[in-house]
């Protein structure tokens, strides 16, 4: 399906004719030897850098790629957004690598007890553990061994670009600042994968008990999940919802005048620092109370996660 005329001209190409575009060598070179370009590369100089040796052949494969991947400009050729993309996937290592670290003990708190956390990352995703604790909540879907019991902080997903040359620790504050990042567009209707449109729901405990750490029904410290889900691709994201309040602009605000960095706190854990209390389980309405040093917020939210009431309460000298 091509309907290139040499200049702007784009095809569209349904997921069988990308892998068989994209299945060939030569073709990723061509890709490859574009992303590294600064600007458009003629015919002779991009033969040349990909240090193929049958120009006939590289003709062939280049015309593969001209029209969806690559588009052909002025006397040259540059990635277009599509061949981008697949550089950006590749590169991410979501498609081709698989790291795992084994949990590790770290210098980093846990957020309810103080005790070290262990921090280790597999399936694309950074495990946290406290090994003094009963966590955030308990799971099993972890391939380690200490994850059958409890102790579980929860699983932040995070490319395996982001593995490479960090310690455990840096790649647990990595994480931690990449999934307020997810957050902060998901809560905002945006999908951080494809961008388009996203659904919310919110799922109350009906017998919900944490007086012990967790609760033995639902397994979580927090009574309320909230999940968002695109309606395109197959993002999903499920937290408590004082994690999630973390990306409204008010809570954004409180936490900076209190000096906490709402993106990538280094000692401030929604679940720690908020109390939940639920009003009404359908339709859905909770108050969550944030604590920093002696101020409060308290901010109420319906089932749509939307935020209906908020109030601050200053116990220290305000600033001018
Ligand atoms: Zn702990
Ligand atoms: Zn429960
Ligand atoms: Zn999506």
New binding site residues.
């Given amino acids: 399906m091509t309907t290139d005329t040499g200049t702007e001209a784009h095809t569209v190409l349904s997921p069988e004719e990308v892998f068989a575009v994209l299945g060939d060598q030569a073709r990723f070179e061509i890709l490859q030897a574009l992303g590294k370009a600064d600007g458009q590369v003629g015919y002779s100089d991009l033969f040349e850098r990909i240090e193929y040796d049958d120009r006939s052949n590289f003709s062939y494969h280049l015309d593969k790629l001209v029209g969806h991947f690559v588009a052909k400009v002025g006397g040259g050729y540059a990635l277009r957004r599509p061949g981008e993309r697949v550089l950006e996937a590749i590169h991410s290592g979501a498609v081709t690598t698989d790291p795992v670290r084994e949990l590790t003990r770290t210098d980093r708190p846990c957020p309810f007890c103080s005790a070290p956390i262990e921090v280790g990352y597999e399936q694309e995703r950074v495990a946290m553990h406290c090994p003094e604790c009963q966590g955030l909540f308990r799971g099993e879907d972890f391939e380690d061994d200490r994850f059958t019991e409890t102790g579980n902080l929860g699983f932040r997903p995070l490319p395996p670009a982001a593995v490479d040359g960090r310690t455990v620790g840096e790649i647990h504050d990595v994480s931690k600042a990449w999934t307020a990042l997810t957050m902060h567009a998901a809560s905002r209707g945006i ?6 449109r ?1 659904d919310y729901s919110v799922v109350v405990c009906d017998s919900h008990d944490a007086s012990g750490g967790t609760c033995d029904t639902c397994g979580n410290r927090f009574e309320a999940k909230a999940s968002v889900t ?6 999903d994201i499920r937290s408590g919802v004082a994690g999630y309040l973390l990306t409204r602009p008010e809570v954004m605000a409180f936490l900076i005048d209190n000096g906490v960095d709402p993106i990538a706190a280094e000692d401030f854990h929604p679940y720690a620092a908020a109390k939940e209390t639920i009003l009404s389980d359908s339709p859905f309405e909770a108050r969550y109370m944030f604590t920093v040093d002696e101020d409060t917020l308290t901010v109420t939210v319906d089932d749509d996660l939307s935020v209906v009431d908020i109030t601050r309460e200053e116990t220290t000298e305000g600033s001018c």
């Fill in positions: 999908c951080p994968r494809c961008s388009g996203v695109c309606t395109n691709c197959t993002f």
